[in-house]
């Protein structure tokens, strides 16, 4: 039997190439290798607040995205996370196994319940959830960008707990992230990853922005005060701007050096500009055909969550028998 990948993203915003060559990029290329489940995660996307006419347009866009990028639905399951009630119901039982203080570290956690007023409870849950869903599916593979990798590790210690408390139960899943591209940073802060959420027109580059907004935001993105490029001693805006390069041109280092040694700044930007646009240009024309037809897309989605919800409630029937709970003879 094949090993299971499981992995997934928030309809919180619009994806943008972090997104594309963090995660997507590398589910389309390991998608046939195993059995694959890809996820847009709406009950992450409300840990904090979308305004929900918008969240359901962005549902539906993410799984626009995700077929344009190139994720064969033949082959590997989508699905929407609330579509599959399971993923809930095991993220409780997990809750009651998670030590509340290994919640309290996670760097994700202290990053966006900064920015709240009021921080919900599901902000501190969410990385309980994200483990449930993974388990759920006894994943052995989850390909996610570097800034996942925290809470990955927590998914295989409350794994681990629930394990060694209730007897072996669930497979202890590896993080898988890219070579190149794992973590790209904001265009205008180089110091913080490029995020959906993030605030600023200037921050990340849309996966459905045009060539033309492409160039804009590329030729402002924040550099340093050297005039041209010099692999010793550049800031963080440009080595970001030549690993977004690297990772869509799959250039080796040698080439990107020998290609960008004593570049100015101004010519380095246009050519990122222009591999980005191009690169996303196919992806783009892919979208407009699959979003003409909404009913194709909610098909798929459909069939994804019946395909997968046997698998899942098998798991949750085990996790209840495992624990006690009440489960039917
Ligand atoms: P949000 O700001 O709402 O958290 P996000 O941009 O962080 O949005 P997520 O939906 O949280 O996106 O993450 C989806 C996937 O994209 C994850 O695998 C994550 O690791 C990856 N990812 C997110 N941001 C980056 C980035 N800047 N570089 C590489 N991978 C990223
Ligand atoms: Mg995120």
Request: aromatic content about 8%; proline content about 5%; glycine content about 6%.
């Amino acid at each position: 039997m094949k090993a299971r990948v499981f992995s997934g993203i928030q309809p919180t915003g619009n994806l943008h190439i972090g997104n594309y060559l963090g995660a997507l990029r590398n589910w389309v290329k390991i998608q046939y290798d195993y059995e694959s489940i890809f996820c847009i995660v709406d009950l992450h996307a409300v840990t904090v607040y979308q305004t929900p006419a918008e969240l359901q347009a962005k549902i539906r866009e993410t799984a626009g995205l995700f077929l344009a990028a190139g994720i064969d639905p033949k082959h590997s399951a989508m699905i929407v996370q609330s579509a599959v009630p399971a993923h809930a119901e095991l993220a409780w039982m997990l809750t009651c196994v998670t030590p509340i203080g290994w919640l309290y570290r996670m760097t994700q956690f202290k990053a966006k319940s900064e920015a709240q007023e009021t921080v919900g409870d599901g902000l501190l849950q969410y990385p309980v959830l994200m483990a449930a869903d993974i388990l759920l599916y006894q994943a052995g593979i989850v390909p996610v960008g570097d800034d996942q990798s925290q809470h990955l590790e927590l998914a295989r210690d409350i794994a681990q707990r629930f394990n060694s408390l209730y007897g072996d139960t669930f497979v202890m899943p590896a993080t898988k992230l890219p070579s190149v591209g794992a973590r790209v940073m904001g265009l205008d802060e180089p110091d913080k990853k490029m995020s959906k959420s993030a605030p600023g027109s200037g921050h990340a580059i849309a996966l459905l922005d045009d060539p033309a907004v492409i160039r804009k935001k590329i030729m402002r993105a924040t550099t340093d005060s050297n005039p041209a490029v010099d692999f010793e001693t550049m800031g963080a805006g440009v080595a970001n701007l030549l690993s977004i390069f690297q990772a869509f041109s799959e250039w080796t280092d040698d080439q990107m050096k020998a290609h960008f040694s004593g570049l100015r700044y101004g010519d380095l930007k246009k050519q990122v500009a222009e591999m980005v646009a191009s690169s996303l240009e196919p992806l783009q024309q892919r979208y407009r055909e699959i979003t003409a037809d909404p009913a194709y897309l909610d098909g798929i989605l459909r069939e994804g969550a019946e395909r997968v919800t046997p698998i899942a409630n098998s798991t949750v029937e085990l996790v209840k028998s495992r624990m006690g709970l009440y489960t039917r003879a």
